[in-house]
């Protein structure tokens, strides 16, 4: 051992000594990137199946859900809260909506309306 240091370690320890080095700011890697203020992902799905329910089912309430889903998209930067509550009743109005074309083909069906 004719490297050692007097305490009888053969090797001496890079950089400062423990707890002299102040920790890295983020942990490991880059930080994550900012959240951007831009539409939710909710609000856009809500709009394009309010106006796939409109179009393809004659969904009447895919409209007025429609119109709630886009008014949602165009606060969500600015009043985050009420677009939120837009985008919730979008999505009450297009599963009230859903609901309603279920239950109008069941009973058309139990009358015999597609009987041929």
Known sequence: MSQGDPSGYPYQPY??????????????????????????????????????????CCNILGLPGAILAGLAISKSSSEPQAARTMVMWSWILFGVGFVL????????????????
Not at 24 to 35: A, I
Not at 43 to 55: G, Q, Y
């Open 15 to 56: 950089g400062a000594p423990y707890g002299e080095q102040p920790p890295p700011p983020y942990g490991y890697g880059y930080p994550p990137p900012p959240r951007s203020n831009g539409p939710s992902a909710n609000a856009i799905v809500s709009l394009v199946l309010n106006l796939f329910a409109l179009v393809s």
């Open 101 to 116: 074309t279920i239950g109008t083909f069941v009973v058309l069906g139990v009358n015999g309306a597609f009987d041929e």
